[in-house]
């Protein structure tokens, strides 16, 4: 018998103009959570795809609990016991959580073909309550908050009966409670034996989850180390292969005239009362639990959700921003958390999603021009570092942090004077996150006015001037950088600061 319940050797993947996996490796023990890390296309979500049975692979070879196996499909991975949570979500938005659960396997009236309904929600509640998670099994996805849908993704993992799981970055839209949960969960599934693969770009994920580590760079196994023997340096000079000087390269510049107001916004169910202003020369941060209501603010400023009282002013003046085409008119401009279905056209080129918002500066006459539209796609190409053979590349086919990187590119191209980040470094690297960070510099200098919303506590005291936070649609304080510290943030944002006041 062998000591691993899953290992993966030589794994070499193809496509065209891309190597996406040369000499890929990974042993798995049973009782082990093990942490794939690596810069954004480094090959970590093509390793577990080809374990899942969802892509083939070139050259390689896979053995499940010491025995060889030529994995054919989905189907068969999940026989083998291979549960794979997606990075991106690979739910059917119409149906109801419980029907999404147990999708082509749901438990039937014996003797008919008939779904049993009332077993089909017991179920699936069983495993939300294993989960510590609470939700409505019977409310359709699309009711969902993203959050919710990644719990869902994993309880649909946990229904079949797994030896391995996989998750692929499935933090990356949870609360703190809603991580702790995950957690627990991850480590009884470690008791009962299960190996789990765990990929994250949150290093302090992996100190506080993993027991050991892979690193892979460029396609290439690195190293596979306990992450008792490993520091968070050691970890990111493996994975970007050189020093990174400072993770938050955060720069000061004078503040400016007032670019954005809200004063007194509403929308009724998502929050209250919400004031606060915008000057040219800042970051502000604009944090909070999930569900606090930062993306629905976000959405109304851009014109994508009505509001129900208050107003927006731009440079002193009242405006009325109808729809986002307005927003966009106006010099306002959003980056989505959500960008697969927001952010991005998946099957149109990396070239086409850069030019998106902004046509009107790369026509000619009545044309768009191609030439024009690949010389700006390229320049963003190299100034972003976004891992692509070429501008007409379809979105798709990229890696999940530099999917990120092209809807950057896109707003960036739009010229906004006012730019709102909603979990601006959500999937991307350490490395990638920095030269967001100083795009963001870069910005800023210009006279854009930035505000980002982000749960990522560290990075929004590391690159924000002033921090707004909220609490139940309301914002119930703002730090100065000076005087924001974790825990501040987290009084307010827990809603505990009033109550002790
Ligand atoms: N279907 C495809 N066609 C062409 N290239 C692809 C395809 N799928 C992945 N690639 C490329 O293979 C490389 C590895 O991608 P992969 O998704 O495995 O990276 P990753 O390590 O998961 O990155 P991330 O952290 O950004 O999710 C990338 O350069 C990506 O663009
Ligand atoms: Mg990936």
New binding site residues.
Partial sequence: MSEYVLEMQGIV?R????L??NGGRLELRPNEVHCLV????????????ILAGA?SMDEGSIAISGEPVAIQSPHHAQQLGVSMIY?EFNLCAHMSVAENVFLGREPRIPRTPLVDWRRLYRETQAIFDRMGVQIDVRKPVSACSVAQQQMVEIAKALSVNARIIVM??PSATLTDHELEALFALIRDLRAEGIGIIY?S?RLDEIFALGDRVTV?RD?EYVITQPVSEVTREDLIRHMVGRELTSEYPKEEFARGPERLRVEGLTRKGAFRDVSFSLHEGEIVGLTGLVGAGRTEVARAIFGADRIDGGQILLEGAPVLVRSPQDAIRQGIGLLTEDRKSQGLILPMSVRENTTLANLQEVVRGIFVSRSRERAVTDSYIRELQI???STE?TA?????????KVVLAKWLFTQSRVLIFDEPTR???VGAKVEIYRLMNDLVRKGVAVLMISSELPEVLGMCDRILVMHEGRIAGELSRAEATQEGVMRLATGSAVAAA
Avoid at 15 to 18: A, D, F, K, N
Avoid at 396 to 404: D, I, K, P
């Fill in positions: 993947k496509y065209p103009g891309v996406a996996v690596g810069e954004n296309g480094a090959g970590k979500s093509t390793m577990m795809k892509i990075q692929d970055e990929i770009h892979m396609g891992r692509t053979p590349q798709q086919n990229l890696s999940g942090g530099n999917q990120q999937g991307v690297d």
